[in-house]
C-alpha cells in the first residue's frame, strides 16, 4: 500500500473541490480575529490605554465642584423635562376639552331647559316628602330692552345674590355670564374662564352656559315654561 500516493490523491481531490482553499481561509479568519482580540481586547495595552484617556477626560474634581450648583443644574434639567411633558400632555387635553365643548353645542337654547338643569343642583330633594317640593329662584327683568335674568338652585334668593346671573339682549345674544360662588366668596366671569379652569373640566349648567356664551347660541327667553317647584323623583 503506498501511502504517500493515497495521501497526495486525497490532497489533489480536495483541492479540485476547492476543500483545501476554504480551511485555508478559516484559519486565516481565526487567525485575524485572534490578532484583532489581542489588540483591541478588554485586557489589551490598547483598551488599557483608551480607557485611561477616557478617565482623564471624564474626571470630575469633587473638591472644585459646587454641589449647590450641581444640584440646581440638575433639579433644573428635571423641571425643564416637566413643563416640556406638562405643555404637551396639557395642550392635548386642552385640545380634547374645547372639542367635547363645541362639538355637541347647539344654535339654540331655552331658558326652561337651563332651570331643568339648574334642578340637578338642588341639595336633599330625595329626602322630600310625597306631598313637599322644592322652589327655586328665578329673576327676569328687562328694563332697558334686554334681560337681566338671575337662576339659583336655592329658594328666595335675592337677583344680585344668585349664582348665575345672565344678561342677554331681546334676539337672544347672550352679552355676559356671571357665576357667583358664595361657599368660596367669588364671582367668575365665563370671559374670565382660563385654562386650569378648562382643564379641570366643566359640568352642568356651568358647561352648558360656556357652550352658549362661546358658540355664540340664541338663548329664547321662555319664562313662562320655566318649572321652578321640584319635588321628588321617587313619587312622580
Aim: aromatic letters at 8%; one cysteine or more; proline letters at 1%.
Amino acid at each position: 500500500m503506498d501511502f504517500n500516493q493515497m495521501v497526495m490523491k486525497s490532497l489533489t481531490k480536495m483541492e479540485s473541490e476547492g476543500k483545501v482553499q476554504a480551511i485555508v481561509d478559516k484559519h486565516v479568519e481565526s487567525t485575524v480575529n485572534d490578532v484583532v482580540k489581542d489588540l483591541f481586547g478588554n485586557w489589551s495595552d490598547f483598551s488599557k490605554e483608551l480607557k485611561n484617556k477616557a478617565k482623564e477626560a471624564l474626571q470630575i474634581n469633587l473638591d472644585e465642584l459646587n454641589i449647590a450648583s450641581y444640584n440646581h443644574l440638575i433639579l433644573k434639567a428635571i423641571k425643564d423635562m416637566l413643563d416640556d411633558q406638562i405643555t404637551n400632555q396639557g395642550i392635548a387635553q386642552i385640545k380634547s376639552q374645547i372639542e367635547g365643548l363645541l362639538t355637541d353645542a347647539k344654535r339654540e337654547y331655552k331658558l326652561s331647559e337651563l332651570v331643568k338643569e339648574l334642578s340637578k343642583e338642588i341639595d336633599g330633594v330625595e329626602d322630600l316628602g310625597y306631598d313637599e317640593y322644592h322652589e327655586m329662584t328665578l329673576h327676569v327683568d328687562d328694563p332697558y330692552g334686554s334681560y337681566w335674568i338671575g337662576m339659583d338652585a336655592r329658594n328666595d334668593i335675592s337677583e344680585y345674590s344668585c349664582k348665575y346671573r345672565l344678561h342677554v339682549n331681546k334676539d337672544g345674544e347672550v352679552y355676559s355670564v356671571q357665576i357667583n360662588e358664595e361657599e368660596y366668596s367669588r364671582k367668575r366671569s365665563i370671559t374670565d374662564f382660563d385654562v386650569k379652569a378648562i382643564m379641570r373640566g366643566l359640568h352642568g349648567l356651568e358647561e352648558t352656559l360656556f357652550k352658549i356664551y362661546t358658540s355664540g347660541a340664541r338663548l329664547i327667553v321662555d319664562e313662562e315654561n320655566c318649572e321652578l317647584e321640584i319635588s321628588n323623583p321617587e313619587y312622580e
